[in-house]
C-alpha cells in the first residue's frame, strides 16, 4: 500500500510541475520589459534567460541578435532542464560581432573605419592578444577581433604596411586601439564596403555560462557564429563560442556554429589562478589533481550530448574539452575547415581535441578540411570512436617522397593517439586522409576501419599519464607510455599504410584478418596477412546532391579467409590499466554491425567497414549516416 502512495504522489507532482513549465518566447520585434508571451514577447534571448527556471523552455523566433547569452541557471535534472531553441522552421542566428558602416577609401583596396570603443563594452578584441600554454605565435603578434565582408572573414594583418599593399587572395585587415577608439584598416577587393555587409568581433563568446555549475541545459536549432574566442589549452578555462563551462547534462544538437577565432564549441575545464601557467606535463598532471579537488567525477561534470551540428572556420579547434567531456557523446556532427588559415600554432588543433575522454563516444561524424580529424590526449580509457568519416585533413606541409613515404613536421592526420593507456576501440572509421593515424598510446583496438593514409607509430614515450579505475574520473596511478599493446582485426589498409613501425614495440602486439592493398605494409607480427600489392581499390569520394559516396573496387578474394567476429572476450584486458574493453555500462562490446548500421555475418565477417560481398567496382553512401535524427530532449 505504501509503494502505491508512493508511486501517485510522484506521479501529481511530475504532472504538477509539468503545469507550472512555460515557455517564453523572444523576437526581434518584442520588448525585454514585455512577458515573453507569444503575444507579448521579449526582445533579447537574455532577458528571457534571467527568468527562465527548471522545466522551461525559450523559443526564438527568426532574426539576427547580436547579444552573448550568458545562461544564469540551469536545470535540476535531464528531466527538469532549461531549454535554449530557435523556434520550428524559422533562422535564428545569434552573433558575437557588430556592424560597421562609414568606410572611407585609403588608397587602391584598403579603406578605413574608426568606431568607438563604447560598441565593444569592456572587451575590446581587437586589443586582446592570444596568448596561452602550448600556443606558438609564429613571430607576431595575434588578437580575438575579426573583420567579416559578407559574412565571410578577413585575414590579420602583420603590420600595417601589408594592409596599405594591393589586396591578394586573402584580404587583409590591421587594427590600432587607442583610449577612445579603434581604427580598423581593411582590403575589400573590388568591391565598395558601404555597399556590402562589414561586421567586426564584438563579444568573446556568444552561448557561454560565466558561472560554472550552470547544469541540464539545450540548446537547439540555433545559428551561432563571429565570435572573438580565446586560446583554450588544457591548462585554462576553454572558453568557445558555445561551451558549457564545467557544467553538467547538455545537449547541443542542429546548430551551425561557425566563424570563432580559436574554438567553437568547447566541453571544458574552470579558469583558476593556474590557467596558462602550467604548460608542462607535470603542469597538466596538478591540473588533474585539483580538478578531482573541484569535484571531477560523473556526478558534477559531463555527460552531455552534442549531436547534429554543422561547425566550421575556427582557427584552433571545431570542438575542445579538457576534463569537461567525460561521459558524453559527439555523434552526427559535420566538422570541417579548422585551421586552416595557418595564421598561428600550438598543440591543441583538430576537429575534435579532448583531453581526458574517459567513457566518451565519437561516432557517426563527417570531418574534412581540418589540421587533424580527431585528436584524443591524455587519459582516453572506456573510449569508443565508430563509424566516422574522415578525408582530406592534411595540409601542404605533407610531402611524398619518392618511395611514397609520407613526410610531415606538423603532425596532421585523421587521428592522433596521444599517451593514453586505454582501453579504447577505433572500430568501422573510414579515414582517406594522407595521413591516417598518429599513434603513441597503448590499450588501443582498431577494428574494421578502411585506412588509405600513411602511419606514425612511435615506440616510447618518456611522459608519465594517468590511467583511472573503471568508469571514474579517479586515478590509480601515472605510467610511462612504452609503445604497443594495441590490436588491429579485419582492417583493410590502401597504399601508404604501414605497420612495420610495431615490429620493435615492447607491449604485446595482436593483428589478424587484414588485408593490405596497393603497397600497404604489414607488421611482422602478424603471421596470415592477406597482402595484395597489385590490387588497387580506387578509392574516390563522389559528391552528390543527397550525400557523398564512396566509389571502391572489391575483390572477391578478400572474403575467403576465416576470421572471427570482433568481442570483447576476445580483446581480453587493456595491460596498463589491466581493465576490459566494454562500453561506458559495462556491457561487452560485438562488432556485429557495419559502418552503415548493416548487420554483419558473425560467422566470418568482411574485412574492412562496409560488409560488401558483391565483386567489382561499388557506389555506397557514407554521409550523411541513415541513423535518425534525435529532435527530443
Known sequence: MMKKHYIITTVAILIAHS???????????GHDDNEGTESRPFKTISAAARIAQPGDTITVHEGVYREEVN?????????????????????????????VEGWEKVEGDTWKATVPNKIFGNFNPFADRIRGDWFSRKGREHHTGAVYLNGHWLTEAAKLEDVLRPAE??????????????????QFKGVNPNDQHIEVNARQTVFYPRKP????????????????????????????????????????ENNVIRYATCSGLTLGKYGDEFDNRAGTPDGYNGT????????????????????????SHCEQAGLVGSLGAVFSTIEGNEIHDIHVRRLFSGAEMAAIKLHAPIDVTISNNHIYNANRGIWLDWMAQGTRVTRNLLHNNATDEIRWSK????????????????????????????????????????????????????FRIVPYDKRETPFHKPHSTEVVALHDNPGGDNQFYNNIFVRHSDLSGYDAVRLPVVMAGNVFLAGANPSKRETHPLVQPKVDPELELVEKPDGLYLQMNFDKTWGNDQ??????????????????????????????????????????????????????????????????????R
Request: aromatic letters at 10%; hydrophobic letters at 35%.
Open 288 to 311: 588533474i589533481r585539483r580538478a578531482l579537488d573541484k569535484g571531477w567525477s560523473k556526478a558534477n561534470v559531463g555527460s552531455h550530448v552534442v549531436r547534429h551540428n554543422h561547425i
Open 71 to 99: 545562461p544564469p541557471r540551469g536545470g535540476t535534472s535531464d528531466a527538469e532542464r532549461i531549454v535554449y531553441q530557435a523556434a520550428p522552421g524559422e533562422k535564428v542566428v545569434i552573433k558575437g560581432s557588430e556592424v
Open 19 to 29: 503545469l507550472c513549465a512555460k515557455e517564453y518566447h523572444v523576437s526581434t520585434s
Open 403 to 454: 618511395n611514397w613515404e609520407a613526410r610531415t613536421t606538423g603532425g596532421e592526420n585523421d587521428m592522433f593517439l596521444e599517451v593514453n593507456h586505454g582501453p579504447v576501440l577505433v572500430d568501422n572509421n573510414i579515414f582517406l586522409s594522407p595521413y591516417s593515424l598518429n599513434n603513441r598510446s597503448q590499450g588501443v583496438v582498431f577494428a574494421h576501419n578502411l585506412f588509405a593514409g600513411a
Open 169 to 186: 587572395e586573402n584580404p587583409l585587415w590591421f587594427a590600432k586601439v587607442d583610449a577612445e577608439s579603434t581604427t580598423i584598416w581593411a
Open 563 to 632: 576470421r572471427s567476429l570482433v568481442t570483447s572476450d576476445m580483446l581480453g584486458k587493456a595491460v596498463i590499466p589491466d581493465l576490459p574493453y566494454e562500453d561506458p555500462d559495462g556491457n561487452p562490446y560485438r562488432i556485429d554491425m557495419d559502418y552503415l548500421g548493416e548487420k554483419r555475418n558473425t560467422e566470418n565477417p568482411y574485412p574492412g567497414p562496409l560488409d560488401e560481398r558483391k565483386p567489382g567496382r561499388q557506389l555506397i553512401k557514407v554521409w550523411p549516416p541513415a541513423t535518425p535524427r534525435h529532435d527530443g
Open 213 to 252: 555549475g550552470m547544469n541540464y541545459i539545450t540548446v537547439r536549432g540555433f545559428t551561432m557564429e563571429q565570435a572573438a574566442t580565446p586560446w583554450a589549452p588544457p591548462t585554462a578555462e576553454q572558453i568557445g563560442l558555445i561551451g558549457s563551462h564545467w557544467s553538467k547534462g547538455w545537449i547541443i
